[in-house]
C-alpha cells in the first residue's frame, strides 16, 4: 500500500463563512474513498474544504495501521497540530476573551480503531477517535464534541449501518472532482493472515447490495466519472445480494456496471488469489470496459513462508491463477505486493520469492520490509529476521521489480494508447491521465483534453511514467 495525503474537494455551496475542513489521508484507496465520503457527511453542517490545516476548523487524520512506521507518523503529526490548535486557542482567547474558535481534532481510520485509548491518553489534542465502520456519526459526534471532550468511537456498528446512512437523499452527491473514482463494494477480511491488522481493524468481510452499487455508480457517472475502481479489502470475494436477492459475484456485478452509458473504464484492487474465480476471469475476456490491469497480492514466492502466513494458497495456486487470466487476456498487467524479512525467512526463501518474479514478470509492484504489528501472531514468532538482512533484501527484490516495470514501460513505445486524461501537469499546457494499464501519461498542449478519453502514441517510457503525443485531437 501507498501512503496519499491530501483533502478531498468539496463544492462551496454552503454560504459565504464556510467552516474549514482539513482531512489526510494514510494507506490504501479505501481510506482514500472514506476521506471523501467523510467531507460529504460533514458538507451539509457547512464544512468547505481547505488544502492546509493551519487554515481549518476541523482536522481529521484517517489512519492506516498496516505499518508501524505509518501509525507513528500519525502521532508525530499529531504533534503538529496540538501547536497549532494551542495556537489557535490563545489568539482567539486573546482577541475574543474565549477560545471558541478552536481548532478541532479527530482521529479516524484503522489506528483510531486498533489505538483509541492510546491516543486519547498521548496527545490530549484529540477530540474525536473514530473508527473506520462509523465515520457517518461524524455530525453527531461534532455536536457532543461542543459538549465535552473525549469521545471514542469504534468499529462495532454493521458496515451497511455506514452506507446506509451516506446515500445521496441523505447527505446529497458525492463530492468527486475528475474523471475518476472510488467506490467501496467490499469491506473486511475473513483470511487472518497472520501479518496483518485488517480483520481486528475492519471486522469480517461484507458486501454492499448490487443495486446499492449501481445508484452510486450512476450518479458518478452522471457527475463526469468516466473511470471508476471497485474497492474492497478482498473485492473479488464480493457476494452482495443480487437484483434476485441471492449472492452476486464480482463478475455479475461488473458485467451489470457495464451497462451503464459514460461508464467506459472499469478497475478493482485489492484481490486475493484464492478468489479469482473462473467467472471473474472469463469478464476479462468479455468486458472492453474491464481494464487490462490485474492488482493480485502474493507476498511471498516461498510455499514455506506462505503458510506461515497462512495465506492458504502456494506459489503453485498464484501462478496458475496469471496463467489462466493472461489466456483470455494476453495484454493484461500484473501488479503485486510483497513483503521481504516475515519471521523464519531464509535465504532460499528469498530466492524463491525473486524466482516466482522473473516468472511473473511483473508490470508494476509494492514491496515491504516486514513490520510486526501488535497482537497479530507474526508478531510473537519468535524467528524474526535482522532489519540488515530484510532492508539488504528488499534493495535486490525492488531492483528486480523496478528493472521489470522499467521495461514494461519502455515496451510501449511506439504504440498508440487510449489515455483518459484526468488532471493538469506542472508545465503550461501539460496534461497527465493514465493508460489501461494504469501507467501515468504526460503529454504536452494537451490541458483542454481533461476528463476525455484520447489516443496518444507514446514517444519514451521512464519506470514510473510514459510520454507521448496526441495523435486524435477528437475526444473518444
Not at 319 to 344: E, H, K, N, T, W
Not at 387 to 404: S, T, Y
Not at 452 to 460: D, Y
Request: aromatic residues 6%; neutral net charge; glycine residues 8%.
Amino acid at each position: 500500500m501507498i501512503e496519499t495525503q491530501g483533502s478531498p474537494s468539496v463544492a462551496d455551496d454552503t454560504g459565504p463563512a464556510p467552516k474549514r475542513l482539513f482531512i489526510k489521508t494514510y494507506g490504501c484507496q479505501m481510506n482514500v474513498y472514506d476521506s471523501e465520503r467523510m467531507a460529504d457527511v460533514l458538507r451539509p453542517l457547512g464544512y468547505a474544504s481547505t488544502d492546509t490545516a493551519e487554515d481549518a476548523d476541523f482536522v481529521i487524520l484517517n489512519t492506516c495501521h498496516i505499518r508501524e512506521k505509518a501509525a507513528e507518523k500519525v502521532y508525530s503529526e499529531l504533534g503538529k497540530l496540538r501547536e497549532l490548535k494551542d495556537a489557535r486557542t490563545t489568539n482567539s482567547t486573546t482577541a475574543r476573551g474565549s477560545s471558541t474558535n478552536s481548532m478541532i481534532i479527530a482521529v479516524a481510520g484503522c489506528v483510531a480503531q486498533a489505538e483509541g485509548e492510546e491516543i486519547m491518553r498521548r496527545q490530549p489534542a484529540v477530540d474525536l477517535v473514530v473508527g473506520p465502520q462509523a465515520y457517518h456519526q461524524l455530525p453527531e459526534l461534532l455536536t457532543r464534541t461542543a459538549r465535552a471532550r473525549g469521545e471514542r468511537i469504534g468499529a462495532d456498528f454493521a458496515p451497511n449501518a455506514k452506507f446506509d446512512a451516506m446515500t445521496s437523499e441523505r447527505i446529497g452527491p458525492r463530492g468527486v472532482k475528475g474523471p475518476t473514482a472510488f467506490l467501496t463494494v467490499q469491506e473486511g477480511c475473513d483470511k487472518f493472515c497472520t501479518f496483518c491488522v485488517v480483520p481486528y481493524t475492519r471486522g469480517a468481510e461484507w458486501s454492499r447490495p448490487v443495486a446499492d452499487i449501481l445508484t452510486e455508480a450512476g450518479a458518478l457517472v452522471e457527475r463526469g466519472v468516466r473511470e471508476i475502481t471497485l474497492l474492497g479489502q478482498n473485492v473479488n470475494a464480493y457476494n452482495g445480494a443480487g437484483p434476485d436477492g441471492d449472492p452476486s459475484t464480482l463478475a455479475r456485478l461488473a458485467h451489470a456496471l457495464a451497462g451503464i452509458p459514460g461508464l467506459d473504464r472499469l478497475r478493482y484492487t485489492t484481490s486475493h488469489p484464492n478468489d479469482m474465480s473462473a467467472d471473474l476471469i472469463a469478464a476479462h475476456g468479455e468486458l472492453d470496459v474491464l481494464m487490462p490491469y490485474l492488482h493480485l497480492p502474493v507476498q511471498s514466492g516461498a510455499d514455506r513462508i506462505l503458510r506461515l502466513m497462512n495465506r492458504k494458497h502456494g506459489p503453485k495456486t498464484y501462478l496458475d491463477v496469471i496463467d489462466r487470466i493472461r489466456a483470455v487476456r494476453p495484454d493484461i498487467a500484473i501488479s503485486g505486493d510483497f513483503i521481504v524479512g516475515f519471521p523464519g525467512e531464509t535465504d532460499r526463501d528469498f530466492q524463491d520469492t525473486l524466482a516466482l518474479v522473473r516468472q511473473v514478470n511483473y508490470a508494476s509492484a509494492f514491496s515491504f520490509m516486514y513490520s510486526p504489528r501488535p497482537g497479530t501472531p507474526a508478531a510473537a514468532m519468535a524467528t524474526q529476521v535482522p532489519d540488515a538482512v530484510a532492508r539488504e533484501r528488499l534493495h535486490r527484490l525492488q531492483a528486480l521489480l523496478f528493472e521489470q516495470q522499467t521495461a514494461f514501460n519502455a515496451s510501449q513505445v511506439g504504440k498508440t494508447l487510449p489515455v483518459l486524461f484526468e488532471r493538469k501537469g506542472r508545465s503550461p499546457g501539460q496534461a497527465i491521465g493514465r493508460s489501461p494499464y494504469l501507467q501515468s501519461v504526460h503529454v504536452e498542449n494537451g490541458e483542454h483534453l481533461l476528463g476525455q478519453i484520447v489516443a496518444v502514441e507514446i514517444e519514451s517510457g521512464t519506470q514510473n511514467s510514459l510520454a507521448g503525443r496526441i495523435i486524435q485531437q477528437k475526444a473518444a
